[in-house]
């Protein structure tokens, strides 16, 4: 009996020594990527003077993790010009956003369209107009998801039908139809 015991003991004191002796461990709290000023410019120049799909998807990296408005509404103004030069990616799409994010303190959802001034929801909507007249699938998406539910735009189901069956046409595929039974 005395030898189990002193068993368990050492057996708990091995167990907590060594629950001392891990390493903390260390988070880091950074939690969007660290370009350098230099690396940054060289992102920009290449995306508005040449529009290279790489330069633009970094930055569009670096700034989805940022909400202070100066940092978006530098790339707004990139996301602009790169949709208005290339129609680059999903720039019409992300200028949308972006409008949205710089109205609503940093926070994107579709239903804050409506809620836009009235010059800031026109210049939203005209880019998403204009990435459906590049096929853009997400443009087409949000436009029928603002028609659906009514957010900023009268509500209609037959519009919203009408884009969503265009989308599954076009794109042999719908994200999801959760929400759609409205």
């Keep these: 009996m005395k030898n189990k015991i002193n068993f368990i003991i050492t057996l708990l004191l091995f167990i907590a020594c060594q629950q001392k002796d891990q390493p903390k461990k260390v988070v880091n709290k950074n939690l969007y990527p660290d370009y350098s000023k230099k690396y940054?410019?060289?992102?920009?120049?290449?995306?508005?003077?040449?529009?290279?799909t790489y330069s633009y998807g970094e930055l569009l990296n670096y700034y989805s993790y940022n909400n202070d408005s100066t940092k978006m509404e530098d790339f707004c103004q990139i996301s602009k010009t790169v949709a208005d030069k290339y129609s680059l990616c999903d720039s019409n799409?992300?200028?949308?956003?972006?409008?949205?994010?710089?109205?609503n303190k940093g926070i994107y959802h579709d239903s804050l369209f409506g809620k836009l001034p009235k010059e800031k929801k026109e210049m939203a909507f005209s880019y998403i107009k204009k990435g459906i007249k590049e096929n853009n699938p997400s443009c087409l998406g949000v436009l029928e998801?603002?028609?659906?539910?009514?957010?900023?735009?009268?509500?209609?189901?037959k519009?919203?039908?009408?884009?969503?069956?265009?989308?599954?046409?076009?794109?042999?595929?719908?994200?999801?139809?959760?929400?759609?039974?409205?």
């Design 40 to 52: 940054l410019d060289y992102l920009k120049k290449s995306s508005i003077d040449s529009g290279n």
């Design 93 to 103: 799409f992300e200028v949308y956003k972006i409008i949205i994010r710089i109205n």
């Design 145 to 157: 998801m603002l028609y659906r539910h009514g957010y900023g735009v009268p509500k209609s189901k």
């Design 159 to 182: 519009k919203s039908d009408s884009l969503y069956n265009l989308f599954y046409k076009k794109y042999d595929f719908y994200p999801s139809k959760i929400g759609r039974e409205n």
